[in-house]
């Protein structure tokens, strides 16, 4: 999860890489802000912007298990068709060779929790069935690419044009950006890497899963989600260099964009450079954040426009996402955020407005023992949330006691007598639509898709942009693509994850199955080392358990929150 977290313009123009090969039908992409649009001949293979604006979605890895949130959910709901991008959240960077790399190693907890922590079970493992896939068909033991990538190929297939991002870092695993980052040497093999594993699709080969080309084509881009550079506001153990952060991430994002670029000139296509803004203004200054030589190299950012305010301090309510400040708000000036407030410290400082998109909530802060329906009231701590304390889906809010909408701030909270949520509605959508509109950005960013499970909230944004004259967002544009799977690759279970410890990489198991085969197979006494993925059942202690997730060593019974949870039979 991510926390807190008249203009100059600054023209870049890049021409597009495939003209250099001689391919026809490829225009130069602006990113200036001006009004020209795509050429007839541009239209069939341009990202599918909404109406010239981007609108992008994160879809968080870890939603297919307590959440039940999956790729097929998106396009059930509709929502898919209101999204231009998808920023599959999160890649993690090795602790030992700071590359890029996938392994099944849980999260831990502790500042070196996420030492070699990856979900490839999750990624590329898990077997769907034909109720639970966009295609309608089963999984097989024997295709290469399952799990959430094989989805997502088939959301794109769906809608052609949609552009799928893999995020990396976010809140939990930007410890290593920093020493991933800091020198020449470092940067070359993390972008080589990241691109290798991600654009190429070169998966290692995990419980009979991946291998070359298994992933080739899927995604379109990189996101760059740090938190944060040179500046101790990150989660604690976070590598932090603070003379030299600014400038090393600026170099790594120079690295990505020349190897991008000289893959792309390779593929025909054009791979997108974005990232994930900060909103406090010392981590902004700290990292550089915003130097318009960062955008020279970024296709856009998106500004967090959430968590402005939270349960890290329990005895105070207020608002995570108002538009404007709150003249109300008792905290000193240098703990007083806005959405506004923090736009505008990019735009004075020269960024062109339509690189700059706005992050919008689809979940809610929230505190229990609430003395006030006004926001600013004491409270006791965090209220009760389904990921942690004081985090919960928009989803889950809307019958929650009554709601209180401020115009004039731009904010929406709901008060119970008891419990404070401050969240986003369709009101405050509506009005950031307009400030949207209003300052020439490039478009919105939501956090994170399954808060919303039937999409009504992201579609009051990419509706009101429907609405109005065609926006300034200028996208790499892309030659259109294959979304079919490649030919199988030779696998090798059980080989190792590049970048991986040997103690990181499971041994091989026997084939996946979809959930109904999970559900279906007799229970089995649980082992130490062994591997059990999703709906798996063992008996530990004269006990049944399944398990809700890809797990090894965790112990049933043991863990409130584990993956293992008690059965009937």
């Given at each position: 999860m991510k926390r807190v977290r008249p203009r100059r313009s600054r023209r870049v123009v890049v021409l597009a890489v495939v003209a250099l090969l001689g391919i026809s039908g490829i225009a130069a992409c602006s990113f200036d802000g001006s009004t020209e649009e795509y050429s007839?001949?541009?239209?069939?293979?341009?990202?599918?912007?909404?109406?010239?604006?981007?609108?992008?979605g994160y879809f968080p890895q870890w939603g297919v298990y307590g959440r039940q949130y999956s790729m097929k959910d998106l396009q059930d709901s509709g929502a898919a068709g209101n999204l231009s991008h998808i920023n599959y959240a999160f890649g993690n960077i090795h602790h030992e060779t700071l590359t890029c790399f996938q392994a099944n190693k849980a999260q831990e907890s502790g500042p070196d929790g996420s030492d070699g922590a990856s979900d490839a079970w999750a990624d590329y493992g898990m077997a769907y069935d034909a109720a639970s896939s966009i295609a309608g068909t089963p999984d097989t033991a024997e295709q290469p690419l399952a799990g959430s990538f094989n989805q997502l190929r088939q959301l794109k297939a769906a809608n052609p044009g949609l552009r799928a991002v893999i995020s990396l870092g976010g809140w939990t695993w930007s410890k290593n950006f920093s020493r991933a980052a800091a020198t020449d040497e470092s940067r070359k093999a993390l972008v080589s890497s990241c691109i290798d594993l991600y654009i190429k699709g070169n998966l290692p080969v995990i419980e009979g899963r991946g291998g070359d080309g298994a992933a080739a084509g899927l995604f379109d881009g990189i996101d760059i989600d740090w938190e944060w550079?040179?500046?101790?506001?990150?989660?604690?153990?976070?590598?932090?260099?603070?003379?030299?952060?600014?400038?090393?991430?600026?170099?790594?994002?120079?690295?990505?964009?020349?190897?991008?670029?000289?893959?792309?000139?390779?593929?025909?296509?054009?791979?997108?450079?974005?990232?994930?803004?900060?909103?406090?203004?010392?981590?902004?200054?700290?990292?550089?954040?915003?130097?318009?030589?960062?955008?020279?190299?970024?296709?856009?950012?998106?500004?967090?426009?959430?968590?402005?305010?939270?349960?890290?301090?329990?005895?105070?309510?207020?608002?995570?996402?108002?538009?404007?400040?709150?003249?109300?708000?008792?905290?000193?000036?240098?703990?007083?955020?806005?959405?506004?407030?923090?736009?505008?410290?990019?735009?004075?400082?020269?960024i062109d407005p339509a690189q700059l998109g706005l992050g919008l909530a689809a979940f809610g802060r929230g505190w229990m023992g609430a003395d006030s329906a006004e926001p600013w009231g004491e409270a006791t701590g965090p209220a009760p949330g389904g990921e942690e304390p004081g985090l919960e889906d928009y989803d889950e809010l809307l019958e929650v006691g009554e709601e209180f909408t401020d115009t004039t701030l731009g904010a929406a909270w709901r008060f119970d007598g008891d419990k404070w949520w401050s969240y986003d509605n369709p009101e405050t959508v509506r009005l950031k639509s307009d400030y949207i509109l209003e300052k020439g950005l490039g478009g919105g960013m939501w956090w994170d898709l399954a808060g919303n499970r039937d999409g009504s909230l992201f579609a009051v944004l990419s509706d009101q942009l429907r609405e109005v004259p065609r926006g300034p967002a200028r996208d790499r544009v892309m030659p259109e693509t294959t979304v079919q799977p490649p030919s199988s690759p030779t696998i090798t279970p059980g080989a190792a994850t590049p970048g991986a410890t040997t103690s990181d990489v499971p041994p091989a198991a026997e084939p996946s199955l979809s959930a109904q085969e999970a559900a279906d197979a007799e229970p089995v006494v649980w082992e130490e080392g062994a591997v059990y993925t999703e709906g798996r059942r063992v008996i530990f202690e004269d006990t049944v358990y399944r398990t809700q997730w890809w797990t090894r060593g965790d112990v049933p019974g043991t863990e409130q929150w584990g993956p293992w949870l008690p059965v009937d039979g």
């Open positions: 007839p001949d541009d239209a069939a293979t341009a990202p599918a912007l909404i109406n010239g604006y981007r609108s992008v550079p040179g500046t101790d506001k990150g989660l604690e153990g976070n590598g932090v260099d603070t003379e030299n952060d600014a400038e090393n991430f600026r170099l790594l994002l120079q690295e990505f964009r020349a190897q991008l670029d000289a893959y792309g000139a390779t593929t025909g296509s054009s791979y997108s450079l974005s990232a994930f803004l900060p909103a406090n203004p010392v981590v902004i200054e700290a990292g550089g954040w915003n130097d318009p030589a960062m955008f020279e190299y970024l296709d856009f950012g998106n500004i967090q426009g959430y968590d402005l305010w939270g349960t890290w301090e329990p005895g105070l309510t207020g608002h995570q996402a108002n538009l404007f400040d709150d003249p109300d708000d008792p905290r000193e000036d240098g703990e007083r955020f806005s959405v506004d407030r923090t736009v505008s410290a990019y735009l004075d400082a020269g």
